[in-house]
């Protein structure tokens, strides 16, 4: 973890545990005393923390802490790696419900850039929360990438094994949100009716050089699917 | 508009009429030279367009554009100004079916951070997509910030209200979506069944300040509920 991102993570500590929505943060002179850092790594710090919605920064008035927005709704942009008591109490289980390699279907091959030939790993996941299932997920993955999936990796978070095992930096996701109808076999896994809502969230993982390699698509129970973001100022 | 967006406008006009996913733009020094600007402003003019989500930076590699992403879809954050031909399209009609000052119920006043007491403007409006109806937006206007609400404000983008009117500068928005089953009222107007699928889109839009001033809430027929959100690598 570089200097800059450590500060990030402790200024957001500090937030998390003692100040609230519209508190003020010391000036960055007194931040840069109190860190022995360059003006540059905190101003860098604190693009960190502005990017993940945790402060707003005032031209002439100061740095102010946003707030954590609504308790029962989920980071539409996953777990905020910040701020750790916000992670993603969306379940209490997952499940591998199957793994398998199989030749990549067209919105697959699509997806992920593939040719049509292409075999990938899918792997089906059942998410619960109090003995409900909350989400059904499939993932596809690049066989260029990843080429001995096993359990064990498939259970941990995917950017994880991406960087720590591959060595690889994550690059930018694309997210997908589309509400339909569920039909009559994810009903029954959520124990709803045929035609009840479902929101169905789709994300497209690059690498750093722009090359798609993860495809999830993930089905979520009407009542759990309830996503906030938290958008920067514009440009 | 600053130089730097200029700039990045004319970069993102240039990279929709002529350039396709993961063509390769030229060096900065070229950009530099042909623009006749400083290194600093090149420089942020593509952090606007990667804020954006229209290019994608490759440390040693070079600049790329990163793709539209699929056309059924619209920007969960609104329409993107610097792709003028990705405007939002979701709708050919707006009508205005009710607007009144009304004494803001508790959600609202949370919302809006205002005391118990407070009035607020009301403003329902109606999307129609081919006659159909797509689209039903409740949004409350704090009175402190804008006093004076008629018809031709209510009908233009609050931002633009906010910037030239009031001289204020739009600040940050908090999204929040859910999903859930239409009541009877709501059906009605869509054309559904009650208990058929809609999602909800609610919006708090912030002073730049950090004083919130405007909250929508938007419900959507099931069948226009598509967005997508194009994410940033991560820090």
Known sequence: MLKYQKIALEIA????????????????ETLISHFKVSKSTIIKALKVLEDKGIIYMVRGSGIFVRGEGRKEYYNLLGVNELLEDASDNRYDLLEIMEMKRINALPEVTNALRLEKTAKVYSVKYVYYLDKQVTCLEQVFLSQKIISNLDEEIALKPIWEYIKDVLGIKMGFPDI?????????????????????????????YHLVNGQPF???KAVYHYKQARFFLKVNSPN
């Open 13 to 28: 500590r500090h937030i998390t545990e003692n100040l609230q929505q519209k508190d003020k943060l010391p000036v960055i």
């Open 176 to 204: 997908y949100v589309n509400v339909d109808k569920l039909n009559a076999e994810e009903a029954s896994f959520f124990g709803l009716n045929a035609g009840d809502p479902m929101l169905c969230k789709e994300i497209i």
């Open 214 to 216: 993860c495809y999830s």
